[in-house]
């Protein structure tokens, strides 16, 4: 069976990467609608890139208004507002957030149905260019097909698919990850090594996805807890930078599979950030998962140089020690520590449930997962 492998048009990675673009960003348009957060402004991020865009004499409006993770009212925001200026082509600058929004926006400018309607299908439209800019390491957006919003009515987590929303041009500049927060870092860090092992130990898995998972998952390994104790560790933050690109690249071409599944409604209903709603779920999930395929974690294993051990079973297992101990290292909070209410938790578990497992995550997994393992399992990760 052949396998089709989707990546950006363009990747620009390393240091300075940003400025070695300006001449692709020069080529997008003539009007650039900048999709960014109020962080970006207050860092000095987005005059990192606006600067270019002056010295390219490219127009632009900007769009800072991406503070929580997207939701439907949002984005119709950032398309009347994109209409209005009469822009003709989107740069996401930020997190996973900017740029989910940024690819958002781009189906409403190219369709007058509602995002919810998109729901279950294969998106294929005609976009405006797009550029992506991720300032953090995890959430592989710049790489992927996919676009995740909240639907302020039903209050689900929209997974939206289509390879037209991979965007055309992906800057990987680790001068932006550096200004991250200590937590920040953490959480996305996680998003990418869940990305990675998800994508390998997937039903979907590929040959060639399977190369940028292994590889992604080393980075993070060697890298993300030196960015965590030293975010001005230049070098690791290159490394990181590359293992969330490498990781979005793989689940792009492979999928993601329970602790996503289950994330998302996390993240609807209690408002719990991408990156760490997987970070609370990942060892959980990870040691359901290993039953079904022992081979495939003890691959990882062996990879990582953790074992030269035969006994698939047993390298599994040093992987999911080794992967307690680096979550550990990092101080993921507890639900309860991150303020989660347990009531009113164990009170929306059904719902959460059947939202993950109607998502379709959760059927990628090797193991059979079905809406009661899941009920049992978030009781279980409440702590």
């Known amino acids: 069976m052949a396998n089709t492998f989707l990546t950006p048009k363009m990747i620009i990675s390393g240091q300075n990467a940003l400025s070695d673009s300006a001449n692709e960003l020069s080529k997008m348009g003539k009007k650039a609608f900048i999709v960014t957060d ?40 950032g398309a009347n507002l994109y209409k209005e200026n009469n822009c003709d082509h989107l740069i996401a600058l930020g997190g996973g957030s900017p740029i989910d929004t940024a690819k958002a926006i781009s189906v409403l400018l190219s369709s007058d149905d509602p995002l919810s309607s998109y729901m279950g299908k294969i998106i294929d439209i005609n976009r405006p260019a797009l550029a992506a800019i991720p300032t953090t390491a995890g959430t592989g957006s710049e790489a992927t097909k996919f676009t995740i919003i909240n639907d302020t009515a039903s209050k689900v987590k929209m997974l939206l698919t289509g390879p037209c929303l991979i965007p055309d041009l992906a800057i990987i500049d680790p001068i932006f990850t550096s200004t991250a927060p200590k937590s920040v870092t953490s959480h996305t860090g996680i998003d990418a090594l869940c990305h990675a092992v998800e994508s390998y130990t997937s039903r979907k898995s590929q040959p060639l996805s399977d190369s940028f998972a292994l590889s992604a998952i080393s980075r993070i390994f060697n890298n993300l807890k030196k960015c965590y104790e030293n975010g001005n560790d230049i070098e690791a933050r290159i490394q990181m930078s590359l293992a969330a690109l490498e990781a979005g690249i793989s689940f792009n071409n492979s999928s993601v599979t329970i602790v996503h599944g289950m994330s998302r409604p996390m993240g609807a209903l209690f408002h719990v950030p991408h990156g760490l709603s997987n970070a609370m779920l990942l060892e959980e999930c990870m040691n359901y998962a290993v039953e079904g395929a022992y081979d495939r974690f003890a691959q990882i294993a062996r990879h990582l140089n953790l074992t030269a051990s035969s006994d698939d079973k047993q390298a599994a297992h040093i992987f999911l020690d080794k992967l307690s101990e680096l979550l550990n290292d990092l101080h993921v909070p507890t639900m309860s520590e991150y303020g989660i209410d347990k009531e009113e938790y164990f009170n929306n578990i059904d719902k959460m449930a059947h939202d993950a497992y109607a998502s379709g995550s959760p059927s990628n997994t090797i193991r059979e997962v079905s809406v009661e393992d899941m009920v049992e399992l978030y009781k279980k990760i409440y702590r």
Not at 44 to 55: E, S
Not at 57 to 76: G, H, L, Q, R, S
């Open 38 to 77: 109020t962080t970006m402004l207050k860092l000095g991020n987005l005059a990192k890139l606006t600067n270019i865009l002056d010295q390219n004499k490219t127009a632009y409006t900007i769009f800072a208004e991406v503070n929580f993770e997207p939701d439907d009212v949002i984005v119709i925001k």
